[in-house]
Every structure is written in C-alpha cells, then in structure tokens.
C-alpha cells in the first residue's frame, strides 16, 4: 500500500500570514487537528504545519491573541513522505519521530495530501493491511512518552 491510497488528498492549508482564528476556524470546519501551511495562497509548496498542539501550547499557553499570525507558532520544516512511498516508511516515521499526522508532498515539495494515524486505523480495518498488531505497535511507538 502507497501514501497515495491512505492519504487524505488536498487537505485544507494556510499561509503563515494567516491568523490563529482562521486556522482554528479550518480546523473545527474539516474536523482535523493539523492542517499544512504553504508560501502562499495560491502556491502548495510547505514552508510548515499547524497542529491544534502548536495552538494550546504555543499560542494560548502564551496568551497570544487569536490574530497572531500562523507564521509564529507552527512547525517549521515538518517530516514529510511522498504519494509514493510505502506504508512501512509512512509507519516507520510516525513511530520514530512520535507524530500522529504526516504530510504528503511532490517531487516539487507541494502539499498534495495529509495521513493521520485514524487514516492508518481505518486501512487496518478494510485490508487488514497494517495488521492490528502492526497498527497496535505504531501507535504504541508514536504514543510513547
């Protein structure tokens, strides 16, 4: 199984210009906790990603206020696979790096899709493909402390 087939395609995504507000806003709209950030509006090449994490602890821990620019408070340089990379790379970094999402981008570094670790889940359910015992140590790796 590829990235391409687990991943959800053209995810939502904001500039880092971009407030807090609308990002949250993204977030409640497509009911996702992480959404990728690009150079711009109309370009897709990742410069980051924003997690609803990033938002609790780097801006409302902080007492920023809800227009802070995105830019401020994600995930620089996030890990990333390719559509074609296979499910054991997509598992192995999730695990090593103890992230629940990772995006997928092109040869040109443009943000093309996004797995999350219920994408994982859902393949075990219809392909048995991880098995549950694979899918039950990724996200024991990924939970660690």
């Known amino acids: 199984m590829k990235a391409r087939d687990l991943m959800t395609p ?3 995504q904001v500039t880092p210009s971009d407030s807090l507000q609308r990002v949250s806003q993204l977030m409640a709209e497509h009911d996702c906790g992480c959404i990728p950030v690009v150079t711009a509006a109309d370009q897709r090449e990742l410069v980051g990603v924003v997690t609803d994490r990033d938002i609790a602890i780097r801006a ?4 920023r206020p809800a227009s802070t620019p995105v830019g401020e408070i994600m995930t620089q ?26 995006v997928v981008v092109d040869d040109a570094g443009e943000c093309v899709g996004i797995i999350a670790q219920a994408d994982l889940a859902r393949a075990a359910k219809r392909q048995n493909d991880p098995s549950p015992k694979e899918m039950v140590d990724v996200l024991e790796k990924i939970s660690q402390p």
């Open 10 to 12: 053209n995810p939502a």
């Open 77 to 102: 340089n996030p890990d990333c696979v390719t559509p074609d990379d296979d499910l054991e790379r997509v598992e192995k970094l999730m695990s090593d790096r103890q992230i629940r999402r990772v």
């Open 60 to 63: 409302v821990a902080e007492g």
